[in-house]
């Protein structure tokens, strides 16, 4: 059965908190090939849904549980140095709360109930909380609090905004039970003020949890406090969860007529996005607050692309999977290099071709990524949106969405070269080691792959979501 | 005839409870207490002593203590005690009656000033102040009643056509009402949240402080008046919580009167259980209670 | 039985005024105790919900359980071991609170009445109200400067949305497996709140917000 997929990891998480410390890194690989094994099962169509009120197998939630399942195996891979290096392995919370952390992520991509999914998106507030709290100094506690009262109050708006789409179906007095797939049948006859006052609310809060300028305030400092994999995670993964929920409810407004209010909404905040992520990357002296940044940036951008709609969302949906790739790919990266040098301020740093080449590498090839160049895929994903920009008549917007790209390029790119290239006498704490070096590698790779084939399963997965609101690859 | 036997009780038995205040406040301490008639005896001893009169005082210092009982006794006649249709009435009554215990209060604090003695001057200047205050909640409420009933006199509000009671529609605003009225009986009263009846330093004193200067007669009245304004409270809170029917006559005497000495009952335990605010405290309390009101009378909007 | 609720939902009012105006954070916990009841209880009374299984009377039993007595006791031990007694500067004042407070049931009074909505007749107060609950929870966050009055403004958000919930809401749209889930995430919330408040107080010897100003750009 298909909730299999979340209840293994939310049972295993469980357990792990539990049993004493030396078996939780076990615990957390042997459960990582098992959620991927269950997720390739799924995506094979074996596992029927049991519970088919609550949830259900969509397109964009297979979608992004195939990424955060690949995301994680790769991301536990890394753990298991990383954990006895920096002591983590003492205790059981990391490897307790990372498979919650997974479980509730897998629940978040499944459901089809709009309370459900909020209940979900919620409780991967609360497991991931523990996580940035890791390291019990002074600035990792104001990190979690911020995280967790941003993202309660915003994700309590959230709530707000499903019982108004709930209210929305009670006022057109249609006799439907509440979930997405019935929302999605009879949009049109809903009652469009409801609608739109739900969606707003929705934006709002599941915005906070994805990252969307101006609610983003909590997302740079719980990124640069966790310890680096679950920054990847979080990054990689977790925005992207809290994104579907505003991506169904934005499905139902384009069925219900109301495309073009919802999307220009999406544009907005995705513009003011990457904006505000721009003007903060410039002059960034720490570099995993630097990605924490891009990572807004890219929220911004993939909420552009569906507000713009047709040829941008297939851009889109393409850029939200590499982004998780690269950006995840990134943060394993930052966290080599924080293990080698204890140090997250940039100027501290120089000379990482001399002192770790390989970790330069996957470190300086993620930049190329994320920058949007080539042969990765953000590069495709970005110019997919561009030209669905100009076809839909948003000129403006796409003018100022380019504006915005060069300007994070030429931040990053400055910091980037510094750190790599600088000169600057080191001592090197902890050396590289092949099983922090191989994960970031496989996931960069895995976004060059996806560019030059795609499965075709994938493919027409992404057919499939974007089809239902207007989107299309044919011009 | 009726209402004649029923203000007649309400003169005679107002120093009744005071005395029962006193009583629950001993109790709850573990002690034995005064007995019930405490204020009938001592009202008696002031009544039988003369009164020394300051040379530096003139005849407005004697006149305070008449007008302010005299309005305590007015205002009970415009009450409808026990439902019982009052002695007299005219539309309107309410804002006359309020203004008539302020002129009881503005000639106990010209009394006070006359003395000359800047504990008095101290003690006038709170008490014109809090009472300043306490009147918007007062104003507030009837504003509130006239939305509900249409009415501006008291013996309209529990008597009339429509009488205010929890039951009817919109009763549930009276849950504010009677809480906001509760908090301007202790403000109004100098009960003890806001000031201290049985405090011994004159800096801390509101009421008392007023006072010190009469002796005899004159301070037997000023007592009497504030029974009777306690009263007036105390039987106004009580037909809200428990509205009466006109129709029962002075059958209701006997439910009146035992909610009524539940007030006082209460009036007693908070005393017991709080203890007194700082004075910068105290116009937050009232202002608190105007809040209230004001609150209640928005919401009827939200009824109406 | 209409004025029943109406009263219910006065004293929930009554308890959101005093909220903004206690300074004393016990007190404030004790209020979050009977509103948290109130707001559970009321659902029961609605006519809309009358029809209500057994599963629906476990289910509001558990609520007012969590609510009412769960919750407050949380916020009670935690409370104990920070030991601090009341918020002291708050950014705004307690009397400019309560003019904020008659502003917000002033505007939602207006909201409701603008919004037109096809809520169960006589039922127009509860808009209001969980209007006035969330405005007031959302003041309480901003104006206050102790973490844990702003978990407390947070609770006082969560009642006012569940209150538009149940009392907007059809019963038929109400399944309460998930009524559930979402208790226990409050819950959980709550605790995890705790235990944060628990260690901000150790590291920092208070919790004041202001305290928390080391990430900034």
């Given at each position: 059965?298909?909730?299999?997929?979340?209840?293994?990891?939310?049972?295993?998480?469980?357990?792990?908190?539990?049993?004493?410390?030396?078996?939780?890194?076990?615990?957390?690989?042997?459960?990582?090939?098992?959620?991927?094994?269950?997720?390739?099962?799924?995506?094979?169509?074996?596992?029927?849904?049991?519970?088919?009120?609550?949830?259900?197998?969509?397109?964009?939630?297979?979608?992004?549980?195939?990424?955060?399942?690949?995301?994680?195996?790769?991301?536990?891979?890394?753990?298991?140095?990383?954990?006895?290096?920096?002591?983590?392995?003492?205790?059981?919370?990391?490897?307790?709360?990372?498979?919650?952390?997974?479980?509730?992520?897998?629940?978040?991509?499944?459901?089809?109930?709009?309370?459900?999914?909020?209940?979900?998106?919620?409780?991967?507030?609360?497991?991931?909380?523990?996580?940035?709290?890791?390291?019990?100094?002074k600035e990792?506690l104001e990190?979690?609090w911020k995280?967790?009262?941003?993202?309660?109050?915003?994700?309590?708006?959230?709530?707000?905004?499903?019982?108004?789409?709930?209210?929305?179906?009670?006022?057109?007095?249609?006799?439907?039970?509440?979930?997405?797939?019935?929302?999605?049948?009879?949009?049109?006859?809903?009652?469009?003020?409801?609608?739109?006052?739900?969606?707003?609310?929705?934006?709002?809060?599941?915005?906070?949890?994805?990252?969307?300028?101006?609610?983003?305030?909590?997302?740079?400092?719980?990124?640069?406090?966790?310890?680096?994999?679950?920054?990847?995670?979080?990054?990689?993964?977790?925005?992207?969860?809290?994104?579907?929920?505003?991506?169904?409810?934005?499905?139902?407004?384009?069925?219900?007529?109301?495309?073009?209010?919802?999307?220009?909404?999406?544009?907005?905040?995705?513009?003011?996005?990457?904006?505000?992520?721009?003007?903060?990357?410039?002059?960034?002296?720490?570099?995993?607050?630097?990605?924490?940044?891009?990572?807004?940036?890219?929220?911004?951008?993939?909420?552009?692309?569906?507000?713009?709609?047709?040829?941008?969302?297939?851009?889109?949906?393409?850029?939200?999977?590499?982004?998780?790739?690269?950006?995840?790919?990134?943060?394993?990266?930052?966290?080599?290099?924080?293990?080698?040098?204890?140090?997250?301020?940039?100027?501290?740093?120089?000379?990482?071709?001399?002192?770790?080449?390989?970790?330069?590498?996957?470190?300086?090839?993620?930049?190329?990524?994320?920058?949007?160049?080539?042969?990765?895929?953000?590069?495709?994903?970005?110019?997919?949106?561009?030209?669905?920009?100009?076809?839909?008549?948003?000129?403006?917007?796409?003018?100022?969405?380019?504006?915005?790209?060069?300007?994070?390029?030429?931040?990053?790119?400055?910091?980037?070269?510094?750190?790599?290239?600088?000169?600057?006498?080191?001592?090197?704490?902890?050396?590289?080691?092949?099983?922090?070096?191989?994960?970031?590698?496989?996931?960069?790779?895995?976004?060059?792959?996806?560019?030059?084939?795609?499965?075709?399963?994938?493919?027409?997965?992404?057919?499939?979501?974007?089809?239902?609101?207007?989107?299309?690859?044919?011009? | 005839?009726?209402?004649?036997?029923?203000?007649?009780?309400?003169?005679?038995?107002?120093?009744?409870?005071?005395?029962?205040?006193?009583?629950?406040?001993?109790?709850?301490?573990?002690?034995?207490?005064?007995?019930?008639?405490?204020?009938?005896?001592?009202?008696?001893?002031?009544?039988?002593?003369?009164?020394?009169?300051?040379?530096?005082?003139?005849?407005?210092?004697?006149?305070?203590?008449?007008?302010?009982?005299?309005?305590?006794?007015?205002?009970?006649?415009?009450?409808?005690?026990?439902?019982?249709?009052?002695?007299?009435?005219?539309?309107?009554?309410?804002?006359?009656?309020?203004?008539?215990?302020?002129?009881?209060?503005?000639?106990?604090?010209?009394?006070?000033?006359?003395?000359?003695?800047?504990?008095?001057?101290?003690?006038?200047?709170?008490?014109?102040?809090?009472?300043?205050?306490?009147?918007?909640?007062?104003?507030?409420?009837?504003?509130?009643?006239?939305?509900?009933?249409?009415?501006?006199?008291?013996?309209?509000?529990?008597?009339?056509?429509?009488?205010?009671?929890?039951?009817?529609?919109?009763?549930?605003?009276?849950?504010?009402?009677?809480?906001?009225?509760?908090?301007?009986?202790?403000?109004?009263?100098?009960?003890?949240?806001?000031?201290?009846?049985?405090?011994?330093?004159?800096?801390?004193?509101?009421?008392?402080?007023?006072?010190?200067?009469?002796?005899?007669?004159?301070?037997?009245?000023?007592?009497?008046?504030?029974?009777?304004?306690?009263?007036?409270?105390?039987?106004?809170?009580?037909?809200?919580?428990?509205?009466?029917?006109?129709?029962?006559?002075?059958?209701?005497?006997?439910?009146?009167?035992?909610?009524?000495?539940?007030?006082?009952?209460?009036?007693?335990?908070?005393?017991?259980?709080?203890?007194?605010?700082?004075?910068?405290?105290?116009?937050?309390?009232?202002?608190?209670?105007?809040?209230?009101?004001?609150?209640?009378?928005?919401?009827?909007?939200?009824?109406? | 039985?209409?004025?029943?609720?109406?009263?219910?939902?006065?004293?929930?009012?009554?308890?959101?005024?005093?909220?903004?105006?206690?300074?004393?954070?016990?007190?404030?916990?004790?209020?979050?105790?009977?509103?948290?009841?109130?707001?559970?209880?009321?659902?029961?009374?609605?006519?809309?919900?009358?029809?209500?299984?057994?599963?629906?009377?476990?289910?509001?039993?558990?609520?007012?359980?969590?609510?009412?007595?769960?919750?407050?006791?949380?916020?009670?031990?935690?409370?104990?071991?920070?030991?601090i007694?009341?918020?002291?500067e708050?950014?705004?004042?307690?009397?400019?609170?309560?003019?904020?407070?008659?502003?917000?049931?002033?505007?939602?009074?207006?909201?409701?009445?603008?919004?037109?909505?096809?809520?169960?007749?006589?039922?127009?107060?509860?808009?209001?109200?969980?209007?006035?609950?969330?405005?007031?929870?959302?003041?309480?966050?901003?104006?206050?400067k102790k973490a844990?009055?702003?978990?407390?403004?947070?609770?006082?958000?969560?009642?006012?949305?569940?209150?538009?919930?149940?009392?907007?809401?059809?019963?038929?749209?109400?399944?309460?497996?998930?009524?559930?889930?979402?208790?226990?995430?409050?819950?959980?919330?709550?605790?995890?709140?705790?235990?944060?408040l628990?260690n901000i107080n150790h590291a920092f010897d208070d919790i004041d917000t202001d305290l928390l100003n080391r990430l900034k750009?």
């Amino acid at each position: 059965m298909l909730e299999l997929i979340f209840i293994l990891p939310m049972l295993t998480g469980l357990v792990t908190l539990a049993v004493p410390p030396y078996l939780g890194r076990g615990v957390l690989l042997v459960t990582a090939i098992l959620h991927f094994q269950l997720t390739i099962m799924a995506w094979l169509g074996k596992l029927p849904v049991y519970a088919e009120r609550f949830f259900s197998e969509t397109p964009e939630g297979m979608l992004v549980l195939l990424v955060t399942s690949f995301i994680f195996l790769c991301i536990a891979c890394y753990s298991m140095r990383y954990m006895e290096e920096t002591g983590l392995s003492n205790g059981t919370v990391f490897p307790g709360c990372m498979l919650l952390f997974l479980g509730t992520m897998s629940m978040v991509t499944l459901a089809d109930h709009p309370i459900v999914l909020w209940i979900a998106i919620e409780a991967t507030t609360l497991v991931s909380a523990p996580l940035i709290f890791l390291h019990h100094s002074k600035e990792a506690l104001e990190a979690t609090w911020k995280y967790v009262l941003i993202c309660s109050v915003g994700i309590a708006l959230a709530l707000l905004g499903c019982f108004f789409i709930t209210l929305s179906i009670d006022i057109a007095e249609i006799e439907i039970s509440l979930s997405f797939t019935f929302l999605n049948q009879v949009a049109t006859q809903l009652d469009p003020m409801w609608l739109k006052v739900g969606f707003i609310f929705v934006v709002i809060g599941f915005g906070t949890k994805m990252g969307l300028a101006p609610m983003h305030t909590w997302l740079p400092d719980a990124h640069s406090q966790a310890p680096c994999p679950a920054s990847a995670l979080l990054s990689g993964a977790l925005l992207n969860c809290a994104f579907l929920g505003i991506y169904k409810v934005h499905t139902v407004m384009y069925l219900a007529g109301l495309g073009e209010f919802s999307g220009n909404i999406l544009i907005g905040f995705g513009l003011l996005s990457m904006f505000v992520a721009g003007v903060f990357i410039l002059r960034q002296p720490d570099y995993k607050r630097l990605l924490a940044y891009s990572s807004i940036e890219n929220m911004g951008i993939i909420a552009f692309g569906v507000g713009i709609g047709g040829f941008a969302l297939y851009g889109a949906i393409l850029h939200m999977i590499h982004h998780s790739l690269i950006k995840s790919s990134l943060f394993l990266s930052a966290g080599n290099i924080h293990l080698g040098f204890d140090t997250k301020i940039i100027n501290r740093i120089g000379g990482l071709i001399k002192y770790f080449p390989k970790t330069f590498l996957s470190f300086f090839a993620g930049f190329v990524g994320i920058s949007g160049l080539p042969p990765f895929g953000i590069f495709i994903s970005e110019l997919f949106i561009l030209i669905g920009a100009f076809q839909t008549g948003h000129p403006v917007s796409a003018i100022l969405f380019m504006l915005s790209m060069l300007l994070v390029l030429a931040g990053a790119a400055q910091i980037f070269t510094n750190m790599s290239f600088g000169v600057r006498e080191h001592e090197v704490l902890v050396r590289e080691n092949v099983l922090r070096i191989v994960p970031p590698y496989i996931l960069l790779l895995a976004s060059i792959t996806l560019c030059v084939w795609m499965p075709s399963a994938m493919y027409t997965a992404i057919m499939n979501t974007i089809k239902i609101i207007g989107g299309t690859i044919h011009g | 005839m009726e209402s004649l036997v029923s203000i007649g009780i309400a003169l005679l038995s107002a120093p009744l409870f005071p005395g029962i205040i006193l009583k629950v406040k001993a109790l709850f301490a573990g002690k034995k207490g005064p007995p019930l008639l405490i204020k009938y005896y001592t009202l008696l001893k002031l009544l039988r002593k003369g009164s020394v009169y300051s040379s530096t005082t003139t005849f407005v210092f004697k006149l305070g203590p008449l007008v302010s009982c005299a309005g305590g006794i007015m205002i009970l006649l415009f009450f409808p005690l026990a439902a019982v249709v009052p002695v007299l009435s005219f539309h309107g009554d309410v804002l006359v009656l309020f203004y008539i215990m302020a002129t009881g209060r503005f000639f106990t604090i010209a009394a006070a000033l006359d003395t000359g003695s800047p504990f008095q001057g101290m003690g006038a200047a709170r008490e014109a102040f809090f009472g300043t205050l306490a009147e918007a909640s007062i104003f507030a409420i009837l504003i509130l009643f006239y939305r509900m009933t249409g009415a501006l006199s008291f013996g309209e509000y529990f008597t009339g056509a429509t009488p205010i009671s929890l039951t009817g529609p919109s009763g549930a605003l009276l849950l504010l009402v009677i809480v906001a009225l509760f908090m301007v009986l202790l403000t109004e009263n100098s009960r003890v949240p806001v000031d201290d009846p049985a405090t011994h330093l004159e800096l801390t004193m509101i009421h008392e402080v007023m006072i010190l200067d009469h002796s005899g007669p004159d301070l037997a009245l000023i007592e009497l008046g504030s029974f009777y304004k306690l009263y007036f409270y105390a039987a106004f809170l009580t037909l809200i919580v428990c509205p009466l029917n006109p129709a029962g006559g002075l059958l209701n005497l006997p439910i009146f009167y035992g909610v009524l000495v539940l007030i006082y009952v209460t009036i007693g335990l908070v005393e017991s259980t709080m203890a007194r605010f700082q004075m910068s405290l105290v116009p937050k309390f009232v202002l608190a209670s105007s809040i209230l009101v004001v609150f209640a009378a928005i919401l009827t909007m939200g009824f109406i | 039985m209409k004025n029943i609720n109406d009263m219910i939902m006065v004293v929930i009012l009554l308890s959101v005024l005093l909220s903004l105006a206690s300074s004393r954070l016990i007190t404030l916990i004790k209020i979050m105790a009977v509103q948290g009841f109130l707001v559970s209880l009321l659902p029961l009374l609605l006519e809309h919900h009358s029809s209500m299984g057994s599963g629906g009377l476990i289910f509001f039993q558990v609520m007012i359980l969590t609510k009412g007595i769960l919750i407050p006791v949380l916020l009670y031990v935690a409370l104990k071991r920070i030991a601090i007694q009341r918020e002291i500067e708050p950014i705004i004042g307690y009397h400019a609170s309560l003019f904020a407070g008659l502003i917000i049931i002033l505007l939602s009074v207006f909201i409701t009445d603008r919004l037109h909505l096809a809520v169960p007749s006589g039922q127009e107060l509860i808009l209001t109200t969980a209007i006035t609950t969330m405005s007031a929870g959302f003041f309480l966050m901003m104006g206050r400067k102790k973490a844990i009055t702003q978990v407390i403004g947070y609770l006082m958000l969560e009642n006012g949305i569940f209150l538009i919930g149940t009392a907007l809401i059809k019963h038929f749209h109400t399944v309460y497996m998930v009524e559930f889930g979402l208790l226990l995430d409050l819950l959980v919330g709550v605790m995890v709140m705790g235990i944060i408040l628990h260690n901000i107080n150790h590291a920092f010897d208070d919790i004041d917000t202001d305290l928390l100003n080391r990430l900034k750009d």
